[in-house]
């Protein structure tokens, strides 16, 4: 769908129908040409894709254009939008469009405008255990509700397939998933939500039951491995992630060992990790924001060492002990 400004000409609108398709140029010139029919202030925006590279502003080259996507104005508001892909919401850019800065085109002036995005991508995941220990197995429900980018990802990954659901909730620590759920699939301007039913192992040695209290949702690889780096880190939005994890304890059973609680504040990012002994359970409460797009490559050796701790927090084991009779 990418091709060089050059060669961006578009179909006639003729064309475009005879062949239900074409190249993303076409595509939103076309939609471009719709909405200023019904009054609507839409004009072209032509950009670099994300694997193309950025265009210098200062020094822009003709070549290094490569996509049209639109701008437009509704009730005084600047709205970016895309119309050839049905999992975007109107009012948002596709990932492989959010780079940098894109230039309006117009009859007889050009102006840049600036495509990143800073709504913040959102992936919540609640988590309950069910604990049998003479089975070492737990009965788990999950609801992992998406905004954005994320909800985007999985909308464009999964197809709302529940098979292929299924497998990313295997990869994620269930042993079994017996019932999946899914809502808002079609309703690409909201939330995507997924629920889930299974089980899962649990590690018992003697009378200790060694519980991963959010599986492998949570990362546990370090995407830094540099020393240093010369060039801005790229998150493409901002990012949060919550966690809420309740565990019921088994009849007999008591707390042995909890993760310490854990917070970082500052304007980079926001880091929370807490946890709560009730009578008959454990909550655990869990926050991850990375706050910008993007970060400064001065702010690297920083980032490093904040996602170093929030692998080793968001991993840490719970146990649970046998009370003595």
Not at 121 to 148: D, G, R, W, Y
Not at 188 to 199: I, L
Request: glycine share 4%.
């Amino acid at each position: 769908m990418e091709q060089p400004l050059r060669e961006i000409r578009g179909k006639n609108p003729n064309e475009l129908i005879r062949d239900h398709g074409g190249s993303a140029a076409d595509i939103n010139l076309f939609t471009i040409a719709l909405l200023q029919e019904v009054g609507i202030n839409a004009e072209p925006i032509i950009l670099s894709t994300r694997n193309n590279g950025k265009i210098r502003s200062e020094h822009p080259i003709e070549s290094l254009f490569n996509y049209v996507a639109m701008i437009l104005t509704i009730d005084d508001k600047i709205v970016l939008a895309d119309a050839t892909d049905r999992n975007v919401p109107f009012d948002r850019l596709p990932i492989w469009c959010l780079n940098d800065k894109g230039l309006i085109i117009r009859k007889n002036d050009a102006l840049w405008a600036d495509l990143q995005t800073n709504m913040p991508s959102e992936k919540s995941v609640m988590l309950n255990f069910k604990i049998n220990p003479q089975t070492s197995k737990a009965e788990l429900s999950c609801v992992m509700h998406t905004t954005e980018l994320e909800a985007y990802h999985l909308r464009d990954k999964f197809k709302d397939d529940t098979t292929l659901i299924k497998e990313l909730f295997l990869e994620k620590g269930f042993e079994n998933v017996s019932v999946v759920k899914t809502s808002h699939y079609e309703t690409t301007s909201g939330p995507y939500v997924v629920a889930v039913k299974g089980t899962s192992g649990i590690d018992q040695i003697d009378d200790q039951l060694i519980i991963t209290p959010l599986l492998h949702f949570p990362t546990s690889k370090m995407p830094f491995t540099q020393q240093s780096r010369s060039y801005p880190i790229d998150f493409i939005s901002p990012q949060l992630e919550k966690y809420k994890c309740q565990i019921d304890l088994p009849d007999g059973y008591s707390t042995s060992f909890v993760p310490e609680d854990f917070t970082i504040s500052n304007d980079l990012v926001e880091v929370q990790y807490s946890t709560l002994i009730k009578d008959s359970s454990l909550e655990i409460n869990g926050l991850i924001s990375f706050k910008k797009s993007v970060y400064p490559e001065s702010d690297y050796s920083k980032l490093k060492f904040y996602f170093q701790k929030i692998i080793d927090k968001f991993n840490e084991q719970v146990v649970l002990k046998q009370k003595k009779i």
